[in-house]
């Protein structure tokens, strides 16, 4: 159990893009791609840091 709460401020984070690229994407298409875009680019960034790799 204590590994759960070790993962969950990363589980949350994903949820919240999830939520925010769906909202994005009731919006308007092109709105939707670009800030999916923006969202896997920040979340490459922070798995790479997270397992020691190199960030740019």
């Given at each position: ?30 709105v939707?791609l ?23």
């Amino acid at each position: 159990m204590k590994q759960f709460f070790n993962f969950l401020p990363m589980i949350l984070f994903i949820f919240g893009l999830i939520f925010i690229n769906i909202a994005c994407f009731l919006i308007n298409l092109i709105v939707g791609l670009v800030v999916t875009g923006l969202s896997l680019i920040v979340l490459a960034i922070l798995i790479g840091s997270a397992e020691g790799g190199v960030t740019p």
